[in-house]
C-alpha cells in the first residue's frame, strides 16, 4: 500500500508540473506597431518554391505585458533609426518604420525604465531592433540565439549591435533553455520552437478575460505557412522548424488559444487597437 500512495503522490506532482497553471493572474497585453518589411519575392520565404512571383507585406509587432507592476516587452521591432527613411522597394526585404517603442509606451503612461524585462523571441534585427532603448533591462534570451550572436561568420539577419549593452555585459542577461514560466505562476511562457534559430520562443499570455493568447514570434511569418508547412531556407533546421510548428498548432488548439501570426498583418486585428489593451 506505501508503494501505491507514493506512486500516486508521484503522478499528483507530475501533473502539477505539466499541467497549465490558468493563474488569475493581473494581466494586460498591448500590441505595439514596430514597423513592416516589404517583400518583393515572397518565394524567399519557402523552400519548396511556394509564393512564386508574389510580393507581401509583413507587419512588425512588438507587444507590452503588464504583470501586476510589472513590465514585459516582447520582441523589440525594426530599429528606430530608419524612421524618416524612405523604404526602398527595389530590396528583397524593404523595412520601415513610422514611430518607435517609448513614443508609443508614453501615450500609455509607461516609461521606458519601467520595463523590467525585455523578452525576445529570436536574435533577428527585426526583433531587436530597439532593444537598447531598454538597456538597463534584462534581457531574456533563447540561450541557442545568445550563442548565435557570438558565431563567426553570423548567421543571415543576425546583427549583435543591435543589443551591444548586453553583449558588453553591462546589463543581465537570463538565458532561456527550453520552456520558461516567467513569472512563476504559469501567466506567461516563453515556450520553445527551435527550427526558425537555435533558440525561438513563441510566448503563451494566459489572460483572466481573452483567455489565453499564444504570440508566434517566428516559427511561421504567415498563415499560409501553416497549412503548406512552410520553411523557410534561411530557417537553421528543417525538421526542429516542422516539428515547432506541429508544436504551436498543438498549443493553440488544446488551450483553445488566440493565435498571433506575429509578421502576418491578417492577425492585426485579433487584439484591441492600441491603445487599447487585451485583459
Ligand atoms: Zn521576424
Redesign the pocket.
Known amino acids: 500500500m506505501k508503494t501505491l500512495a507514493s506512486l500516486v503522490t508521484f503522478a499528483t506532482t507530475l501533473l502539477a508540473l505539466s499541467a497549465p497553471v490558468h493563474a488569475a493572474a493581473d494581466l494586460e497585453l498591448w500590441r505595439l506597431d514596430c514597423g513592416n518589411v516589404a517583400v518583393k519575392d515572397l518565394s524567399m520565404f519557402s523552400d519548396t518554391f511556394d509564393y512564386a512571383g508574389k510580393t507581401s507585406t ?1 507587419t ?1 509587432s512588438c507587444y507590452v505585458i503588464r504583470h501586476g507592476a510589472d513590465y514585459m516587452l516582447w520582441d523589440t521591432g525594426l530599429p528606430a533609426g530608419l524612421i524618416g527613411q524612405k523604404q526602398d522597394l527595389s530590396q528583397p526585404l524593404a523595412p520601415s518604420l513610422e514611430i518607435d517603442i517609448p513614443t508609443q509606451l508614453a501615450k500609455i503612461g509607461i516609461k521606458p525604465e519601467q520595463i523590467g524585462l525585455v523578452g525576445i523571441s529570436h536574435n ?1 534585427f ?2 531587436l531592433g530597439q532593444a537598447s532603448t531598454f538597456a538597463k533591462s534584462t534581457l531574456m534570451i533563447g540561450a541557442g540565439d545568445w550563442e548565435s550572436l557570438h558565431e563567426n561568420p553570423l548567421p543571415f539577419g543576425v546583427v549583435p549591435a543591435l543589443v551591444q549593452p548586453w553583449m558588453d555585459g553591462k546589463a543581465k542577461v537570463d538565458l532561456v533553455s527550453g520552456d520558461r514560466d516567467v513569472f512563476k505562476d504559469g501567466s506567461v511562457m516563453m515556450l520553445a520552437m527551435p527550427g526558425h534559430t537555435k533558440g525561438e520562443t513563441a510566448l503563451l499570455v494566459n489572460l483572466p478575460k481573452t483567455g489565453p493568447v499564444l504570440l508566434s514570434g ?1 516559427v511561421v ?1 504567415f498563415e499560409e505557412q501553416i497549412a503548406r508547412n512552410g520553411v523557410p531556407p534561411f530557417n537553421v533546421d528543417r525538421a526542429e522548424s516542422l516539428a515547432s510548428m506541429e508544436r504551436m498548432n498543438g498549443v493553440a488548439k488544446a488551450l483553445n488559444a488566440k493565435l498571433i501570426i ?2 502576418d498583418t491578417r492577425d492585426i486585428g485579433k487584439l484591441p487597437v492600441f491603445p487599447a489593451s487585451a485583459k
Do not use: E, K, V
Request: overall charge negative.
Open positions: 509583413l512588425d533577428h527585426d526583433h517566428d511569418h506575429q509578421h
